[in-house]
């Protein structure tokens, strides 16, 4: 089989290019990226002489056409990830999450190709910190940031394009990832490398918000499995049962790493900041046999963090710019 995977020089898709490399020997593998300040090849160090790369964009359509007519299926991992960006600029949000996979759907539509469309739990708004319930496939989407709405709208996108064309696509919506070769924007990585680099870790808000913390590895071992055994057309999320408010999970990394638990700083929160996230992943657990491996958190972090500390080379260049930008939002 021949995978088209798009943003696989980013955190996720990097690790899942990863993974399939060592996995799935016979799947051959074309990357598509921009490399944005997001991408970085050397994500895919290991694995260059495996894969073909081609640094491009999906907004290309012209590009699009041609790699999609080329491969079996796209993995479409591209896009603009981060929240607090979205907030200071919404227009790459725009561009790359909704028309570059609006020319991915067309691009799938035209050759009679698959799609597999990465997306987020983000489009499900969020939960009240006491609602005994959790996002299911049928929650109705009702996204806060214009990131999660770009996200949302790609989504509708996907869905139409299974109703109306029959398009042989599935969509798959995950909780929080961590682990290895996550930009130092997010906020486990950003905490880790602001101890390593000697500055306080940076809290916004009171910390009560909650996220579904899964590994990066058993989401990426979930999409495998959608893409050999999910149904056409049909939507899985994906969360491993992490629920963890924010101030937990940075008095984690300060205890793991040998710091005090209170040698933190509060920041000015984000507008709009979603109260907590929660995933249903039974359908993906029964229908697929799906189960998490990286199920003690903190064993799940203190492998971050060590991989954090290893290679310091990967992240140190950007620590000075991204911290800068933080700066000035007074975070
Ligand atoms: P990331 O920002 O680390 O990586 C995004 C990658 O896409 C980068 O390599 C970047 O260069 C590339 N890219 C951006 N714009 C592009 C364009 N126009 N054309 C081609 N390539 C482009 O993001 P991530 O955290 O790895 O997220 C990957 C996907 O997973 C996204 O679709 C995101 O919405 C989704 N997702 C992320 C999380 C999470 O916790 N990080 C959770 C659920 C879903
Ligand atoms: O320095 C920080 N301090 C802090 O308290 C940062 C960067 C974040 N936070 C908080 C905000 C969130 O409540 O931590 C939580 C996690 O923040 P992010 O890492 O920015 O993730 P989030 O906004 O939850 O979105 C992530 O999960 C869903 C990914 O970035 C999205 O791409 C994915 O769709």
């Known amino acids: 089989m021949k995978l088209l995977v798009t943003g696989g020089a980013g955190f996720i898709g990097s690790n899942f290019v990863n993974l399939s490399v060592s996995d799935y020997p016979e799947y ?16 895919l160090a290991k694995v260059e002489s495996k894969i073909r790369f081609i640094k491009g964009d999906i907004c290309d359509r012209d590009l699009v056409d041609r790699l999609v007519s080329e491969n079996d299926i796209v993995v479409h991992f591209a896009a603009e990830s981060h929240n607090d ?19 991915i759907l067309e691009a799938t539509r035209k050759h009679s190709k698959r799609l ?28 806060s940031s214009p990131y999660s709405a770009s996200k949302a709208s790609s989504d509708m996108l ?3 394009w299974v109703r109306s064309f029959g398009l042989h696509a599935t969509i798959s919506n995950c909780s929080n990832n961590y682990g290895p070769y996550q930009h130092i924007e997010k906020f486990i990585p950003r905490q880790i490398t602001n101890i390593i680099s000697g500055y306080k870790p940076k809290l916004y808000g009171k910390g009560e918000n909650v996220r579904d913390w899964i590994h990066v590895e058993d989401h990426n071992r979930a999409v495998h499995m959608i893409i050999k ?11 491993a049962d992490g629920e963890k408010n924010n101030l937990e999970v940075i008095q984690t990394i300060l205890v793991l790493m040998g710091k005090n638990a209170d040698d933190f700083e509060h ?44 290679n310091q080379d990967w992240w140190s260049a950007h620590k000075t710019a991204t911290e800068a930008k933080y700066k000035k939002q007074g975070q």
């Open 28 to 43: 051959e593998i074309t990357v598509l990226d921009a490399l944005t300040y997001a991408g970085d090849r050397s994500s």
């Open 116 to 143: 597999h469309h990465i997306s987020t739990d983000e489009v499900y708004g969020d939960l009240e910190l006491d609602d005994p319930g959790k996002f299911n496939a049928n929650t109705p989407y009702n996204p």
């Open 267 to 310: 920041v000015t929160d984000r507008p709009g900041h979603d109260l907590r996230y929660a995933i249903d992943s039974s359908k993906l657990r029964t229908e697929l046999g799906w189960k998490p491996i990286y199920t003690d958190f903190k064993s799940g972090l203190k492998q971050t963090i060590k991989w954090y500390q290893d």
């Open 158 to 160: 996907v869905r139409a």
């Open 85 to 103: 960006n979205s907030l200071l600029d919404p227009s790459p949000f725009i561009n790359t999450n909704i028309v570059g996979t609006f020319n």
């Open 229 to 239: 055994a999910g149904k056409p057309g049909e939507t899985y999320l994906i969360g």
